[in-house]
């Protein structure tokens, strides 16, 4: 423990103003539960200068939701803070200088997952930025889901380099990464546990000052910097795994003619002290921000910090495993396609396809690494024309998308069924056939979001993932 720091700490007294820098999926909850909380005086969203972030930070300031998918209270909570004056977005780290604590919530993608090099770029200005600023007695945690060992090691360095300041001696410094999933941002904020790793004994107890305030059921659990790294990237790595588990399952399932929502359910059934069935659901394909690269973030740690692994020699890391199971099944959407298109004398040349769904998670414009994207650039490549819609994302580098459901629907040969959007629940198997204009239109289910008997009956060619109880059903004229 550092005698100075506690003093540095006990001069500037409670946190009061607080900069969250990154105005993303995780900045913009937190900035606003923050500056929501009768704790704290002010908060500062900073966001990198471009056209996008000035378009997002104009909306901000204006107390509008730069998010356009469903999320619960975000919206009348920002504008709530907004009219308090109590919140204000700007590009200006400079900011930084006014306030006690400045979080950080910078995206961290992998440039090549093979050599397990991460892009770190966009991190590393901003805690460069952020360290050109910060003053004795402040507090900077790290919130985005890094590789173990970043906090002390890399971070420390440029916060340590740009401030002329020590941390643990004149500046506290922490990671308390982010838990939050899309369509649930305010509510996992408040409600889940909290993990704070400090580099040293006052660091974590001014950042768990800091959460306190915030949190409604969430716990507060200490650690240190390293092990909350390892925390958010093994949770992650293990959500990961239980996907691919369940997707090779409905693999299995297909391959054997039974239903794996079947075999799900008994499995689950099976409830007794000491015994847990914590079974996911199959679908077509893993995107996302956080699945789809923290599971490199922990293979790297493992690889930089730990020395010699011990174990089988010659065998891919399990989680690496999972990571190209749930990778792979866009394909596998592809192969039932294809599949059902034989069933109807056709192939992938020249067929027309509906793709419902480019956001990863429903009711979410989150459009972070699709899986829907590998199933579109596929078809593509095989001769068919993808027209893709989705009610919440407007926008995709190189990818037109429509939010006219009909229009996508008119004249399709294949309906790909890719996100769980509520609107996509409701489809109607005699309207969706009247626009296909088909006399056996297909249907590719990737998410069990509907009825197999209400469409196969209407003369639709239907597959599902892990429905081989039906995927081979008789065609009804």
Known sequence: MSRHLADLLAMRGPIKRIAVVGMGYVGIPSAVLFADSLSYDFVWGIQRE???GSMKIAMLNRGELPLRGKEPDLADLLKKVVDAGKFRCTSDYSKVEECDATTIAIQTPFKSSEAL??????????????????????????????????????ARELLEEESNLTAGEDFALAHAPERVMAGRLIRNIREHDRIIGGIDEESTVRATEMYIPVLTKGH?????????????GA?????????????????????????????????ASLKEEGVTRAILWPGAGVGGHCLTKDTYHLE????????????????????????????????????LTTEALVRIGKTMQGSRIALLGWAYIADSDDARNPPSFLYYTLAQQGGATVKVHDPFVTTYPDVDIHQNLDSVLRDADVIALFTAHSLYRD???????????????????????????EFIKRGFIYKGIGRGDVNNHPIVD
């Open 50 to 52: 471009s056209p996008t």
């Open 117 to 154: 090099i991460p892009d770190f770029s966009s991190l590393e200005d901003g805690i460069r930025n952020v360290g050109r600023y910060i003053t004795e007695g402040m507090l900077v945690v790290l919130e985005s889901t890094i590789t173990p060992g970043t906090t002390v090691g890399i």
């Open 235 to 267: 949770e992650n790595a293990f959500r990961d795994l239980q996907i691919a588990a369940i997707n090779e399952l409905a693999l299995y399932c297909e391959a054997m003619g039974v239903n794996v929502y079947d075999v799900r359910k008994g499995i």
């Open 220 to 232: 507060l659990i200490p650690m240190t910097a390293t092990a909350a790294e390892v925390t958010k």
């Open 427 to 453: 489809l109607d198997a005699p309207y969706v056939k009247a626009l296909s204009n088909a006399i056996h239109p297909v249907i590719v289910d990737g998410r069990n979001l509907i009825d197999p008997g």
């Open 300 to 335: 790297r740690g493992a690889r930089l910090l730990g020395g010699t692994i011990d174990y089988p020699l010659g065998k891919e890391s399990l989680y690496v495993l999972a990571r190209h199971i749930n990778d792979f099944m866009p394909q596998h959407m592809l192969y």
